[in-house]
């Protein structure tokens, strides 16, 4: 479900990234016809065309809603601009409605239908200063999708296959003297970045960080598979309680496999061989 505020901002937003996008096609034209080079006639209008948000989530398959604010909704999100009320900081130089609005609208949808979930990467909505009323409303905040689905007792597909490679080398890092705990916390991982091998294992990079008896560890974690059968993790920049933690990295192999998020390159070599053939 779509607050109309959020559709009509969308609509400002993507009209921007579409003006611009014009602009360069057009500027990239001028400079090739400075050059000498000639291009056939076109019309960066057309190249480029509008983009709706309705649309492009609709065309995943999903059904969406729009909820349009009541004139009570307004009246409420210009009583709290105007008086600095909550969820708004009293600081806030300025009387941003729009959030408000949404805010409005978030309350009243929770309240009718038993419960709601506000997802909102904006400080007024995943800040403290609403968080009695919201809980009063049952209106949970998350500032992410990924904090959302954990809200939901879900991970992400990311956080899924990154605890999944994180689980091969866990018991490994414990025993060489990490300060980690039995299980893997959710929402211990970000920066995510996976990169499959020849053999399609998901090699990963990630930042980890989680509360621990020590006073909370972070590190930059890198697991690569470096034999069939065999997976080395490297811990580098160990930070426990906000210091150094001593060395400050550590490295572990282990045996086993890491989970495969492509079929092996000589596999898809083959059959894109085939295809060739095929049209050949």
């Given at each position: 479900?779509?607050?109309r505020t ?10 921007e ?53 009541t ?43 038993g419960?709601?979930m ?19 409303a ?24 990154a605890?999944?490679?994180?689980k091969?080398?866990?018991?490994a890092?414990?025993?060489?003297g ?13 920066q ?10 998901a ?14 560890i ?42 495969r ?14 295809i ?5």
């Amino acid at each position: 479900m779509l607050p109309r505020t959020v559709v009509l901002e969308d609509e400002r937003h993507q009209q921007e990234l579409r003006e611009q996008a014009i602009k360069r096609i057009e500027g990239a034209a001028d400079l090739l016809r400075r050059h000498g080079i000639v291009i056939a006639e076109h019309n960066p209008a057309e190249l480029i065309p509008p983009t709706a948000l309705l649309t492009a989530l609709e065309s995943t398959g999903i059904r969406v809603e729009t909820e349009e604010p009541t004139l009570d909704e307004y009246r409420d999100a210009e009583r709290r601009a105007s008086l600095h009320l909550p969820p708004q900081s009293p600081d806030k130089k300025s009387d941003e409605m729009r959030d408000l609005t949404i805010w409005a609208v978030a309350l009243r949808v929770a309240r009718r239908d038993g419960s709601a979930m506000l997802v909102s990467r904006d400080e007024v909505h995943s800040g403290t200063l609403g968080s009695i009323e919201a809980e009063s409303a049952r209106l949970l905040l998350a500032s992410s999708f990924d904090e959302a689905l954990d809200l939901l007792g879900r991970l992400s597909p990311e956080a899924e296959l990154a605890e999944s490679v994180l689980k091969v080398v866990w018991d490994a890092l414990k025993k060489d003297g990490l300060p980690l705990p039995d299980e893997i916390p959710r929402r211990a991982v970000s920066q995510v970045h996976f990169v499959a091998d020849q053999d399609g294992h998901a090699n990963t990079s990630l930042l980890l960080e989680l509360p621990t008896e020590a006073g909370g560890i972070r590190a930059n974690v890198r697991v690569f598979q470096i034999e069939t059968a065999t997976v080395q993790a490297d811990v580098t920049d160990i930070r426990a309680g906000g210091t150094q933690w001593r060395s400050g990295s550590s490295s572990v192999k282990v045996n086993g496999e890491l989970p495969r998020v492509t079929r092996p390159m000589d596999e898809r070599m083959s059959e894109l061989k085939n295809i060739l053939k095929e049209k050949s």
